[in-house]
């Protein structure tokens, strides 16, 4: 039960952690396809305002962190307005600026971290890359409360397994201890020992040959002492007779 916990906790963080990451870079990816057209003519106010609404709406809308960067690593847009004109640089971005979508899990001061990139394809070239980060603690607090509750229900399922073996145990060694104890009674010489047959089970079979056993056993140790008996009184008189001689 230890290991299907363990296995089952394993396989929902790959499973969440996946989808998770799968459901970053399909939204990253439509950014990237909506601020692509406006790119190249970003310097211009009035289409930087246009795809900064873009960025930090879509960014509101997923409570998540988006940068724009062009293909030097320079920071054009960041919707927390920190990195503005800085250059940035990590695994993702520049996989994105190669042309891929990757998205990563990191933890943080005991906080994860979701990280996706996708490249911003202007008529079949690179222009760019947008980059996403969101807090994925959720994801995990998930799992944990399913595996609390699974633990409780694989902990009460362990405490009624051993309550039902003790219990089974104890129906299975009462007929063995009894018909133990009447091998023990059988051993000192007394041949109508029987056991209390209580089912038609294995146990109950045994009993079964036990009794026909003893029964067997009696009978014959009847036979011998008859027959003791009737060798001592046909010996009697001859001895009488010869002793009456001597």
Do not use: C
């Amino acid at each position: 039960m230890l290991l299907t916990v363990f296995f089952v906790k394993d396989s929902l963080v790959i499973s969440n952690g996946s989808e998770a990451q799968a459901s970053l870079i399909t939204f990253n990816s439509l950014v990237s396809n909506q601020v692509a057209p406006f790119i190249t003519n970003i310097d211009n106010t009035y289409t930087y305002r246009y795809v900064e609404d873009i960025v930090k709406q879509n960014s509101l809308d997923q409570n998540a962190r988006a940068l724009v960067i062009d293909l030097d690593g320079k920071v054009l847009l960041d919707s927390y307005d920190a990195l503005l004109n800085t250059s940035v640089d990590n695994y993702e971005i520049k996989e994105a600026l190669s042309g891929n979508k990757t998205s990563n899990i990191y933890m943080y001061n005991d906080d994860y971290l979701l990280y996706a990139a996708v490249p911003i394809i202007d008529r079949d070239n690179i222009v760019g890359a947008t980059f996403m980060s969101i807090e994925a603690n959720h994801i995990f607090d998930d799992i944990n409360r399913f595996m609390e509750k699974l633990f409780i229900i694989f902990t009460t399922a362990i405490i009624v397994s051993i309550f039902i073996s003790i219990l089974f145990a104890d129906i299975i060694s009462k007929p063995i201890e009894r018909l133990t104890d009447s091998v023990k009674t059988i051993t000192l010489g007394k041949y109508d020992a029987k056991v209390e047959i209580l089912g038609s089970d294995e146990i109950g079979e045994l009993g079964k040959a036990f009794n026909i056993m003893t029964t067997k056993l009696f009978q014959v140790e009847e036979r011998r002492k008859k027959f003791v008996s009737n060798v001592s009184h046909e010996l009697r008189t001859p001895l009488t007779v010869l002793s009456g001689f001597v």
